[in-house]
């Protein structure tokens, strides 16, 4: 017998729906590999703040992604991300360099230049990648698109717990930090955050991750079972 054909699935969502989450247990549990596009856009946007380039500079920005070489290696937990070989996959979650991406990705010539990166990632199939134009943009002909969302409080909430801010000061500035970057990401004219119109809308605030892995698991083995009768 062949071997099945390895999918390519496509999740995206607003910030604290539970998509790295969700996309590295998939990952390890078939096999494939998980891919963050944001952490691409996050370390544009730290090099933009590392040559004082303007987050508003089109092409200034353009320039600089050609000069740079950004790659995701695919962890258990998550992505390592090296920016010209050096690894900032701490430094790129800190909260100047997630501002400054919800701000270079705006600019349709530097998603053009991520989306390239990112399909020649999925030729070969076997890929689980996250974002906010997965569906939309990068893999309009995905095997399964996912459109993970959650209750702006609950989001807000988890982002809370995961940084552990401790002071109502500090998990103030990140609930609004989070509006702020939906609201950026979602208004843009370039690919704003919206499901796909074939996409599977879960809404994370109402089911735990289990109840998604479940879900989505089912999903994976109808589509495998329908790409084996192509
Ligand atoms: O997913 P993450 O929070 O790391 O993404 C950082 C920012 O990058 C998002 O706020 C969004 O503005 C941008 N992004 C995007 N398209 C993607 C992934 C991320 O515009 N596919």
Redesign the pocket.
Known sequence: MTEPRKLVIAIDGP?GAGKSTIASRLARKLGYVNL????M??ALALKAIMNDISFDDADALLLLAEKSKIELQPQIDGNRVLLDTEDVSRRIRERDV?EA??RV?VHPAVRAWMVARQRDMGVNGGVIME????GTVVFPNADLKVFLDADPTVRAERRIEQVQAKDPAAAKALVDDLKR?DQ??ATRTASPLAPAADAIVLDSSKLGIDDVMARITELIAERTAAAAHE
């Open positions: 910030a963050e596009s944001g952490a856009y996050r997630t991406a919800s990705s974002g906010r134009d997965i970057r950026r990401d």
